[in-house]
Structures are given as C-alpha cells and as structure tokens.
C-alpha cells in the first residue's frame, strides 16, 4: 500500500508543482504578442507575478517588471494594448493597503500600480511618466477622508493614455464626462463630489460651453445634483441655459435645482415650461409625476 501510494504522489506531483497563471488575449496584437501570460511567483515577502508576452510562431519576450507587493499579496487586475499614435501595453496590478492601527488616521484601500510599455528599435521600454500617472491608490486616508485613484478602469486608463500622448497634462471634458458617468452609475457620489469640486471652471476655462459640447455640461450638471451640490448644479445649468435655452431636459434639471434650494415658486415656472415642451412633443407619459405636482407651485 505505501508504494501504491508514493508511485500515486510521483504522478501527481508535475500536476501539484504546477504554477498559478493568468493569461490576457491581446487586441490588437503588441509587436506581434497576441497575449500575456503572468506565472504566480513565491516569495518569502508574499507572492507575485511576472508576465510574459507570446505570439505566434513561439515569440516569447518577458516583460521587465514584476508584480511585487509592498504587503501582502499581489493580484494582476489587467493587461491590454492601446492603439494609438505610439502603441502601448498597459499591465495593472494591485494590492491592500490596512494601516488600521493608526486610528483617525487609518489608511486602507487598495495600491494600484501600472506599468506602461512600449517598443523602441527592439526594446521593450517602460514609459515612466504613463506608468505613473496610471497607478495610484484609492480608500481612507483618514476617518473623514477617501482618496481617489480615477483611472482604474480599461476605457479611462487608455483615453487617459491617448490624452497624455497629446500633451495633456488635465483630463479633457470628454474623459471627465466618462469619469463622472462611471462612478454615478456605481452610486459612488462622494466620488462625483471630490472630482467635480475642483475641476468644473477649470473645465469651462480648458473647453468653453459651446452648443455641441453643451450635453456633456449638463451630465455634469445632473451628476452634481446627484451629489446633493444643488447649487454649483444650478451654476452650471445657468450656463448650458445661455447656449442651449430649448434644450427640454435642461428645463427639468433646473426646476430640480431650483427646489432643491428651496426655491419652488421658480421651479414651478421650469416645471411648468418643461410639461408644455414635453407635450408638444407628443412625451407626456414620459413626464415624472414630480414635475406635474411641483408645477402647481405645491410646497414639501
């Protein structure tokens, strides 16, 4: 029986010494790699990864980098090309961050750290300004406070990417935009609030309210309605208002605005002035019983 069982084991062995991978299809292909594969790595600090691009043909090429933690263990969230002017591969890792003991001003949350490549002659080169800008951290910095790392996501990063290459050092309104939307559909408001605050004039003054622009404005608008900031949102529709006076749901964002500031003989009026709208357009099933209600100058 005892050498039944260690022929078993030798058997098993090549399968149980066998390394965790991951791999990530690559599209489009990166200088011929059509993926990369990263093997878990043992370490006596924690584990990590190192990656590996292959293609066809047996083309292998080891990416420089590994992914190594500061603490604890390491986890490979993505790996993707950027098809742009100068074509990048982008590899994100992450790791937790618990420095609970610290009381009021206990970080935890998760390190982001990206690594930017690209081909020059033959090399594989890291790109240190983009693998910086990529990476970061997001959770508690303190009990009051959440900082925030906005380029987590694979659509943010490569538009934040392809910006960069173009020499912008701020996010353009249409990556804000996208940023704003992302986080408002994960109910993240806090997140809308901290991003907004400071960057809607900065926005206004980089790409002024112009009527093709003036929809993006207004989601900025509602997002920072969402947030409960009613009165930088009726700033703001103002503004869209002076562009795009017709525009029907603006009427209805700025009668939200105004009864949020406790306004409701003006909101009634835009209640009033988006119902006539939305029935000459042949909508009003479309119309939310709040505006029919507020219309009549009813008070909370």
Partial sequence: MRSIGLSLLWILLPFLAQAETRQFPLEPSFKGATQVQFERL???EGTGWQGQLQGPEGFVETLPDKCLPEQGSPEVVDAYTVDSAQPYLVVLCRWPVDHSGFDTYAIKGWEYRAFAYTWVADALIRDETASQVLSGY???MAIYWTHYHWYISRPLAMQKLKELQQGRERDSL???HRIVLERLKAKDTEAVS???SFRVEQLLRDEPLTVSNAPLYNDLG???QEASWQASAYELFS???QVVPERVVLKLNIADALWGL???SQAA???SRYIAAMQVAGKERLIPARALERSRGNTR
Wanted: no cysteine; aromatic share 20%; proline share 4%.
């Fill in 138 to 140: 997001e959770g508690n």
């Fill in 222 to 224: 509602y997002a920072l």
């Fill in 194 to 196: 901290s991003y907004l």
């Fill in 262 to 264: 406790y306004k409701p």
């Fill in 269 to 271: 009026g835009y209640y």
């Fill in 42 to 44: 043992a370490r006596d």
């Fill in 174 to 176: 249409k990556l804000a």
């Fill in 239 to 241: 503004k869209v208002e």
